[in-house]
């Protein structure tokens, strides 16, 4: 069935409502134009909560409740023109205009933004997908909080933890287990580079090794994982195999680009993501707009954007301003990307802050940074909440 228009001039549609889709939305339900509904603007979106992912790990540890980093989008959006259709989406026919969705249902469009990020990798080694858990949702995180309460209240005198991938995602769930777990717990992080952090600036992988070697995570290099299985996991060093038994195994190396996103029928990368121009566009497509994990994007400097939040976060308003111009036939503009440095959390109430040159860890690092995600947080009426909660306890 084919959602027709009515009373509207148009219809844009969002395709996934995470840092890249959900703050297009917002700006875009801003501007006047659309505040008098001559344009219909839909969010389409499986889940339905946003996540905040970089507050994911505090979710863990109690510092932080599921409300305040995964707001759901009705609450997101009730002061807002833009609506919110829950359901998954199939496909997208470049050509003819049109959304598909996994209901049977297909939407017409007159502008798109494509914002669905991309999909964790479970394929890589054998058993993955069976006996680990991943940890890019909201609801990984209340998982992974029931597991450990489950093993907390058991007779095990060590709970035994092994993390797959020593990036951002395994080094910061790897200090906050550890500080939940304290002495009964014991942590493995695990990759094959000869680093943590491979991609992080050198003040950032110092005050994380020295924040994972203070709580007693062992750290294996160089280790490739080559299977996992009920309560193990076997890996292989310098040709040496080894297995380490384990109650829980977190996932949190390698993500892909979604399938039916590969298949678009427009200009794609070597790992799928679609070309986009530095006005966030696919240029055979002008009325198409490419934002956050899914796009190759080079600024107007030319300069690949990489695949984080803070990209997407920037990316997102530029989008929404571009469309905007667009249908006010004004001139539309490049996307610039300013880097504005990392910020990890290193276990409970301890972080760094990379910004400009300057290094900062520990609880001051842990306000700053807490500070800066509550006021990037959407909406100022949500920021508001989880501030209050923050300074007032409640
Ligand atoms: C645990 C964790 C911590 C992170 N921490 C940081 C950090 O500290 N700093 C940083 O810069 N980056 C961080 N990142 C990376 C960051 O979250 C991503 O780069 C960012 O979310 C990309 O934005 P996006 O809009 O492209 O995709 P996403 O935010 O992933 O949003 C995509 C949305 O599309 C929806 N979707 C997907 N497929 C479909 C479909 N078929 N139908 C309907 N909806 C669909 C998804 O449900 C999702 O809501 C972290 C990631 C994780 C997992």
């Known amino acids: 069935m084919n959602r027709n228009y009515t009373n509207y001039s148009g219809r844009i549609c969002i395709l996934g409502g995470g840092f890249g889709g959900l703050y297009t939305a917002l700006k875009l339900g801003k501007f006047a134009k659309f505040q008098d509904s001559s344009y219909e ?63 049977g249902e297909r939407l017409s469009y007159d502008y798109l933004v494509l914002a669905v990020g991309k999909e964790t990798r479970l394929d890589i080694v054998p058993g993955a997908a069976e006996y680990s858990q991943t940890f890019r949702s909201i609801e ?3 998982t992974l909080k ?31 287990l550890a ?94 993501q679609i070309i986009a121009t530095s006005t966030l566009q696919i240029a055979a497509y002008p009325e198409v707009f490419v934002l956050g994990d899914i796009g190759e994007i080079r600024d107007k400097t030319g300069k690949i954007s990489p695949t984080t939040a803070q990209a997407a976060f920037q990316q997102a308003p530029r989008t929404a301003k571009n469309i905007y111009a667009k249908i006010t036939g004004k001139k539309i503009k490049p996307f610039t990307y300013l880097y504005l440095g990392e910020m990890l959390t290193l276990g409970i109430k301890n972080a760094v802050v990379f910004s400009f040159g300057i290094s900062l860890s520990g609880k001051l690092a842990s306000i700053i940074r807490r500070g800066v995600y509550i006021q990037r947080l959407p909406t100022l009426k949500h920021q508001i ?10």
């Open 179 to 272: 500080d939940r777990l304290k002495k009964r717990g014991e942590i493995h992080l695990i990759d094959r580079g000869d680093e943590i952090l491979k991609t992080l600036p050198q003040g950032c992988k110092t005050a994380s090794y020295r924040a994972l070697l203070k709580r007693g995570v062992q750290i294996h290099l160089n280790t490739s994982v080559e299977s996992i299985k009920p309560q193990e996991i076997i890996i292989k060093h310098q040709e040496k195999t080894e297995k380490i038994n384990t109650n829980l195994v977190l996932w949190t190396g390698g993500n892909q680009t979604i399938q039916w996103v590969k298949n678009l029928n427009c200009q794609h990368n070597e790992y799928g």
């Open 140 to 142: 990984d995180a209340e």
């Open 146 to 176: 029931e597991k450990l309460r489950i093993l907390e209240s058991s007779d095990l005198t060590t709970i035994k933890i092994a993390i797959a991938g020593a990036g951002p995602n395994g080094v910061e769930i790897a200090c906050k």
């Open 385 to 394: 909440q989880v501030a209050k909660k923050w300074i007032f306890g409640k």
């Open 41 to 103: 603007i839909i969010l389409i979106e499986k889940k339905e909560r946003f996540l905040f992912t970089p507050l994911l790990y505090e979710v863990v540890t109690g510092e932080l409740e599921p409300w305040e980093v995964a707001p759901s989008y009705k609450k997101l959006l009730a002061d807002s023109p833009v609506k919110f259709y829950h359901g998954e989406i199939d496909n997208v026919d470049l050509e003819e205009k049109l959304v598909y969705l996994e209901n």
